[in-house]
């Protein structure tokens, strides 16, 4: 029998979780023969190697080697070394997920070379164009061939671009899969000395962030205000370190006593670390959802979210970089004064399963 060979991509961090439980639901179709490509745009082993282990992704059976670069070569490069791949291995379909520069460039490949497309948690937008991630959410999904979304608010989305509805399929959100097959353990509150809900967790890296010397600087000074009432703590993204070094600004940090950095960390103490405590502050997407599951405070330091769903239903308030409503929430989850919330529906832990049954409808 030949085998239909499906090629998944994956690229940077926030990735890895969205492929993970994929990847063990196409075990169980000995139709498919998957075939993983990492573009490497994510390397160092805390931002990549760990969530292998963690999550027990099997070894790639391609590694394109690209690292970082500003965007057009970033992305060009994966597409030179993608597209070299999907000739050799001529592949039935190319399964991408997210939103960053991999998951654009590996959709164009697949899309000239007349291989479908699936993209996973298609449809999201926070309807700003001076974010990376949303020209390519754009540009991925009118080039897809199977679009899985997340929540309604995508959906809606999809269908006011033109998408025809029947390229589109709700099936929840495939990175609560990853979170809820987990067990995890909370040593690494005792390695940083932290005490359940008595401190906060904070993730800053979206250039619009951390780019800025000023508007850096302007965070810093609300966090100052912020580690007076409880401890933060913050696994640095890379790129955010840079600018931290380079705009002179870790000796500001260092006068915060309540104010810790730490290295980037993996899969499962960064789950550990955000279930056990007080609230989250983050600017990443993913984080605004796996709060929402984990039923912690969450407030998410930009103007908009591309994920509607976390802020109606789940535990997410959308504070931007403005002083007073961010310590005016604080204020408010200290005092213990937080929202209901429920966890999204379909998010549910089986939606790899639902993904996989689409495309073989018989096994
Ligand atoms: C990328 C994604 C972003 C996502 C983020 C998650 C795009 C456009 N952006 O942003 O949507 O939220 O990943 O982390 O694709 N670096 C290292 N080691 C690494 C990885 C990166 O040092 O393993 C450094 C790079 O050298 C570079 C910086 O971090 O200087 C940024 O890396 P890059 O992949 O370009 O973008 P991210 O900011 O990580």
Sequence with gaps: ?????????????PNFMKIAPLLRALKNYPK?????VHTGQHYDYKMSG???KDLNIPRPDYNLGIRAGLHGEQTGRTMIEFEKVCLKEKPDLVIVVGDV???LASALVAAKLHTPVAHIEAGLRSFDRTMPEEINRLLIDQIADYLFVTEPSALKNLIKEGIPRKKIFYVGNIMIDTLKNQKYKAKILKQFNLKPKQYAVLTLHRPENVDNKKILENLLNIFDEVQKKI???YPVHPRAEKQLKKNGLTRFINQMRNFEIIHPIGYLENLALMSHSKFVMTDSGGVQEETTVLKIPCLTLRQNTERPI??????NVIVGRNKNKILKEVNKILAGRTRRSKIPKYWDGHVARRIVKILCPKK
């Design 1 to 13: 029998m030949k085998k239909i060979k499906i090629m998944c991509v994956i690229g940077t961090r």
């Design 32 to 36: 498919f023969r998957p075939i993983l």
């Design 50 to 52: 760990v969530f292998f």
């Design 101 to 103: 520069n991999a998951t």
């Design 231 to 233: 401890k933060i703590i």
């Design 310 to 315: 976390t802020v109606t239903q789940g535990t």
